[in-house]
């Protein structure tokens, strides 16, 4: 699987896009702005430049796009009119895969500046957009060039599928039936999912203090997990789901066995402590906020309760967010004639699961400082 060719979320605005379905990313971002203004605030009142360079990696296609580059010009704004300053000239680059709509992020650049005229101060902030294509696991800006980095619900792809867990000849997939860590995935490949994300995070934390200028901070949000145990670790019962949705079309005939064997997810979702241990390992940035938040599977449930009051429709509310997520690269692998029936039987799979319990999604974030 060429991960940075294949990986991106379904384009357009059609009703199965990620624009019309990224409502729980949405909310991650308006949870952490809190975490945001401060990193944001110190950074601009620290360093006071006359240019800020701000990069959203994983930036995506749809409102969310937009968003976080609204957040940030408030606070600069903001910022400034308590300092009695001239605000900075602001450059923002979108960062995302090649196969990313792009498209779709020029075209809304129009309305994009319109809706900046509505928000109070905002208009204030002189400031430029520019899209950037590229893997965030490269380097994709000159030293000591960025002020602040920003990364929404993407840390959790890695780079590549784990090495190992390809069939190869007679011997099928250690990870046979999965598509990521599940049940009756072995050891082995645990390890291998694990020692891949190790490499990728302490890459990504390489780079991004090479990019970043004395004293520059990153806001990171990521899917991860607060259990303990991978095999029962809450994407594990998410992709599960999925696994046997796809497991289901095995048995009818509509799926070949060998497909679904070849198929592993290049994702992974660490616990705090795993993230926490790359950083430390590292030893390039200080860590000065971090904390766990859940998120509802269903992106209209706003509830804390334990219970879901209509579990079919909470079932097809997430199976169009996670079909805007997994379109492509499953239409790429399987052929897109078994995308519908595939989501309607993973609606059903997850409105099964969701009388028996109410898993939620845990969002790590994480505000770092590079070091001096």
């Known amino acids: 699987m060429k991960v940075e060719k294949l990986l991106h979320m379904a384009g357009g605005a059609g009703d199965s896009s990620y624009a019309a379905n990224s409502k729980i990313q949405e909310k991650a971002i308006l949870k952490i702005t809190p975490i945001l203004d401060k990193a944001v605030t110190e950074v601009h009142k620290t360093l006071l430049p006359e240019k800020m360079v701000v990069a959203d990696l994983g930036c995506s296609s749809g409102p969310n796009t937009f968003l976080v580059l609204t957040q940030v010009m408030k606070i600069i704004a903001k910022q400034c009119r308590l300092l009695e300053l001239q605000p900075p000239e602001m450059q923002f680059f979108l960062n995302d895969l090649p196969g990313n709509d792009f498209n779709n992020i020029f075209q809304s650049l129009d309305y994009f500046e319109e809706s900046v005229k509505t928000e109070k101060g905002a208009i204030c902030v002189p400031h430029f957009v520019a899209g950037l294509p590229g893997s965030f696991y490269k380097r994709l800006f000159p030293s000591q060039s960025v002020h602040f980095f920003h990364s929404s619900y993407s840390l959790m792809w890695i780079s590549q599928v784990p090495e190992g867990l390809e069939s190869k000849g007679e011997y099928s997939s250690p990870n046979k039936g999965n598509i990521y860590i599940g049940k009756t995935s072995p050891p082995l490949v645990v390890k291998l999912y694990q020692n ?43 992709w599960g789901l999925v696994s046997e949705s796809l497991h289901s079309m095995v048995l009818e005939g509509i799926v070949e066995e060998e497909k679904l064997d070849s198929f592993n997810l290049p994702f992974y979702a660490p616990s705090m402590e795993e993230a926490k241990a790359v950083i430390n390992a590292q030893g390039l940035f200080d860590i000065i906020h971090m904390q766990i938040f859940e998120s509802n599977w269903d992106p209209y449930d706003d509830s804390d309760d334990d219970f879901v009051i209509d579990n079919v429709q909470s079932g097809a509310n997430f199976a169009m967010c996670i079909r805007s997520v997994l379109e492509p690269i499953i239409a790429s692998h399987f052929g897109a004639s078994i995308v519908d029936e595939l989501f309607s039987r993973f609606a059903m799979n997850v409105a099964k699961h969701l009388v028996k319990e109410k898993t939620k999604l845990p969002v790590l974030t994480l505000c770092l400082k590079k070091k001096e």
């Open 196 to 238: 891949q994300f190790n490499t990728d995070f302490s890459l990504f934390l390489k780079l991004r203090f090479k990019e970043l200028v004395p004293g520059g901070q990153m806001v990171l949000a990521f899917l991860g997990r607060k259990k303990t145990n991978l095999y029962n670790g809450e994407l594990s019962s998410l």
